[in-house]
């Protein structure tokens, strides 16, 4: 059973940027297709972005998101990671990264969560 582990969260400033980073504990990383989802509070959990096997990308329609985030992982280091840049208040949540053999943009797809790290983007 693969564990993740998220961290690179933070309070900062709208405007500012943060690198979340997601580390996997797995032989299989690369069989993996990963996403990054957020919840806020009071809120279902959020598609943010996903990278396939292949590095082939998706990004959630809302908020701007694929303008201002980037998602890449490093295969040779079972790393994940997401770039957010131009942080808005509404990017506040918990982040988690996702491991699943299957590919889609519902929670229900991903068989594996971290715990989560906190964004909290707040003048």
């Known amino acids: 059973q693969v564990q993740l582990v998220e961290s690179g969260g933070g309070l900062v400033q709208p405007g500012a940027s943060l690198k979340l980073s997601c580390v996997a504990s797995?032989?299989?990383?690369?069989?993996?297709?990963l996403a990054w989802f957020r919840q806020s509070e009071g809120q279902e959990r959020e598609f943010v972005a996903l990278?396939?096997?292949?590095?082939?990308?998706?990004?959630s329609n809302s908020h701007n998101i694929r303008d201002r985030f980037a998602i890449s992982r490093d295969n040779d280091k079972n790393m994940l990671f997401l770039q957010m840049d131009n942080l808005r208040p509404e990017d506040t949540g918990v982040y988690y990264c996702?491991?699943?053999?299957?590919?889609?943009?519902?929670?229900?797809?991903?068989?594996?969560w971290g715990r989560g790290t906190q964004v909290t983007v707040s003048s």
């Open positions: 990278i396939t096997k292949t590095n082939n990308t998706l990004y």
């Open positions: 996702a491991a699943s053999f299957r590919l889609g943009t519902s929670a229900g797809t991903y068989d594996t």
């Open positions: 797995t032989n299989d990383f690369g069989r993996y297709a």
